[in-house]
């Protein structure tokens, strides 16, 4: 049974940082994709950040490019999302998932094979 979980989540002040993590058991990540989405209360659950197999190439959302980096250790079948200067508009439940299509990025949520249960994320004003 293939199982992600999230780990890191947290209460943070506006300008803080958190390192979310998330590790598979039953399967190796060092062949997909691997994305964090996140989802807001009454909100659509929406793309953040991710790496392709080998980490050669990552993508993200507009809103967070410059303050997120996605990254992984293929070694310790994790992958982790550094989160720096943290806005109360990142206020969110953040899943990681996996694609087994592991070449390419992709934002669409159906395009995931597995998902963790999520990590709560709160920045306070």
């Known amino acids: 049974q293939v199982q992600l979980v999230e780990s890191g989540g947290g209460l943070v002040q506006a300008g803080g940082s958190l390192r979310l993590s998330c590790t598979a058991s039953?399967?190796?990540?060092?062949?997909?994709?691997v994305s964090w989405f996140r989802q807001a209360p009454g909100k659509e659950r929406e793309f953040v950040a991710g790496?392709?197999?080998?980490?050669?190439?990552?993508k993200y959302t507009d809103s967070v490019k410059g303050r997120f980096a996605i990254s992984r250790d293929n070694g310790k079948n994790t992958v982790y999302l550094q989160m720096n200067n943290l806005k109360p508009e990142d206020t969110a439940i953040y899943y990681c998932?996996?694609?087994?299509?592991?070449?390419?990025?992709?934002?669409?949520?159906?395009?995931?094979?597995?998902w963790g249960q999520g990590t709560q994320v709160t920045v306070s004003s």
């Open positions: 039953g399967r190796t990540l060092s062949t997909d994709a």
């Open positions: 998932a996996a694609d087994r299509l592991g070449t390419i990025v992709r934002t669409r949520a159906p395009a995931y094979d597995y």
């Open positions: 790496i392709i197999y080998s980490g050669s190439d990552t």
